[in-house]
């Protein structure tokens, strides 16, 4: 276990004491580069401290960031982000969906961590800003159908030991057109978390995006991995309530227990699953679309519209379900995943197969993946949620 | 509430674009100055990367860290750490106490985000010679009964957006002489965790020094020190189990129910609480006196020797414990604050006053107080917990 460990020798131990160069630290301490990272080549930097409040924002050469080795962030996990999409649409604009709920959530997460609060407009007026710039090189007319993806991201950067609230702080955000976001085939297979770990829990901070609700996760899901899973299936509670699909919210079409013809997925009332803005589209597409007969027609079959139902379901509900013929589709939706069916969840053992209807034969998932492309590509955006930029 | 904002003027984002200075980057943001951080001069840097492993420890000069935006650090809080002192002891000598445990501590919390293992043994030799280099200059001969503080801390710095395991890792140790751990008075003064907020959970991380695990009680504790209380008593499960005192592990010297004079403190069972070094070894040390009458002498008063009880204890439990006079003394413990003597908890609306017996009519609060400062400033060691640099 210990193998690849070379022994230390502590008396050899070099002390490098060159007062005349401070900022030589950098040298010795390789960040992966920028190749490695993917990240496009600016940065966009608003500051922020108790004194003084917000700085000017500022979009700067893409680099790394220089912090204090006792900084809030580093010592005590004060992080957030958010994941955005910028859309090159098919009439070959560019738009952004539904941003001002990613701020304003970046505001509630921000606030879970004792970060200051902002205007949720401002952080929007200058996302929409720099992703205007980004994309002008990096998502260039053409390539319709196209995204680059925004990484917002809100650090504590007081340096003091002391356990206290940070006073200063750095929101940044960066972009990608390679965010590391792919699983290994169309449908996913899902492996439920461990019985001794549980991802989050009433009264803690599921609800927020903050970087310290993924760190812990990462056990189960190199497991996961390892195994030839895509992502873990969040259990909570002694009923093995579903709650998240690795990072993203999980659905399940089914013919209920009453016999109703549904799509689930988790509550937002225990505080426990974050309240996705891909999650809460879909909901509201549905709802919006349950009178409208020729918006359920794909790939020429007339499908019965669905009923959105938002409550608590467990892993022994759908394993019923599955056997008695009941689930029809299971997918799990976010910004960086999109809608990816899953195909197989794997609990204890045994094996819950689930059926994953090509594109072409027709299925609620393509379906509802269709209408969501349709709004961020810029065909049909019947609500008004996204903003050309 | 947010009229500290500005309103930000979107147009006028400006775009700094010095392709030829990449390192500008570093002056604009502007972490607080060394004065303000009271680190001491040098900085342990002990670097690790997945395909080469652990490199060679340096000393290097204290200053801020190059991290890239994408951290895994920033976005994802994999990061740990330790919190370890120097003692000048009364004979001069500097020690170092039982900092195996916390190696081997740290070797835990790192596994539990995924970060790379290494050799306790390696990391407690190389922290000796760092602890020895730093106390020459900043603990010198002739501060006896002085500590220096030592924040060993471990980063996963890999640059990717795709939530993965850390390939590259950074430990790192500061040390300071104002770690910023102090309490307002010689009592402390506990205000209950709100009904709306669990700091730890069974199948969480609670008993791994995370990062994670404290931001998000920054909420609380805030509230708390606004409202001139020193720390949060965090509650657990219906029953409100007292778990921790802010970060620190919480003791009660009662007369239980049963009759028995006992000091109680939670138990490991349910991986909620951190296992605190000087929360063992205070267990450990009353359990090792209990037959030595003579060590229960304090202030000329015979004391009678306690039962060293690990077991869930409620609020309910203490507020009857005090209101029929069997609760004697409590505190909290660590390596931060030592041991502080606690002198009131609020609970919901309620005062729960304890007594604080001064140190000089003699509590058993002293008195494990003057056992523990008696081994670490080297007056008497006798379970061989220290060791000379």
Known sequence: MMDFLHSVDSAALKLVDRRSEPNDLKSPIQPPSDSQTGCTDHILIWQWNELSGWGHPEIRPYGPLPIMPSASVLQYATACFEGIKVYRGYDDKLRLFRISLNCERMVKSSMRVKLPEFAPAD?????????????????????????????????????????????????????????????????????????????????????????????????????????????????????????????????????SPGGELQIVTAGLHNGIILEGITRRSILELVRYKSLQEEAWIVANRQLKPLTAVERDISIQEIQAAVSEGRLLEAFASGTAYFITPVEQIHHRGQDIDIATPSEESGSYTSLIKNWLSNVVYGRDDPLGWTQTI
């Open 123 to 255: 952080l929007e007026a200058i996302i929409s800003r720099f992703a205007a710039i980004e994309a002008e090189k990096w998502l260039p007319p053409g390539l319709k159908g196209k995204t680059l993806y925004l990484r917002p991201t809100h650090i504590g950067t007081t340096a003091s030991l002391g356990l206290q609230k940070p006073r200063h702080s750095l929101l940044y955000v960066v972009a990608t057109l390679l965010p590391g976001f792919s699983t290994k085939r169309s449908g996913m297979r899902l492996l439920t978390s461990p019985a001794n770990t549980i991802r989050a829990w009433p009264g803690g901070f599921g609800n927020a995006k903050l970087g310290a609700n993924y760190g812990p996760t990462l056990v189960a899901h190199d497991e996961a991995i390892r195994s030839d899973f895509d992502q873990i299936l969040w259990l909570s509670g002694p009923e093995g309530y579903v709650t998240e699909a690795g990072a993203s919210n999980f659905f399940v079409i089914w013919i």
